[in-house]
């Protein structure tokens, strides 16, 4: 009697296989199934940020949603304390790596809990 294995490794969710092979001499460009996911979080993220934007004039809402007061509140967090940790001229410097950072640490981390 065969023994049909049903039940999957449960390390098979994290493989990256690659869906589109890119490859130009030494580099490889494949486009894989992480690739694809980052990229339609991105995307939700950057359409939901500026969904707080008037079509008129591209600022922000005077009366802001929850959403938007949770957004300008992680923004303000992220710069105050990149400008306590740095202090002066540098922190505005250094600002947009921190939070370019932070912000792909969420999208990472809101992968992560959809696929448990």
């Known amino acids: ?50 969904s707080f934007l008037k079509q008129s004039d591209n600022s922000l809402f005077i009366i802001p949603s929850r959403w938007q007061v949770i957004v300008e509140f992680v923004y303000s967090l992220v710069l105050n304390v990149v400008a306590e940790n740095i202090g002066g001229k540098k922190s505005e410097k250094f600002f947009p790596l921190v939070f370019y950072h932070i912000y792909l640490y969420l999208i990472y981390e809101f992968d992560r809990v959809g696929s448990i």
Do not use: R
């Open 1 to 50: 009697m065969k023994c049909l294995n049903i039940i999957a490794s449960p390390l098979e969710q994290f493989e990256i296989l690659p869906l589109i092979s890119l490859n130009f001499g030494l580099l490889d460009f494949s486009i894989t199934n992480q690739t694809i996911i980052l990229a339609l979080i991105s995307f939700i993220f950057v359409t939901y940020f500026l």
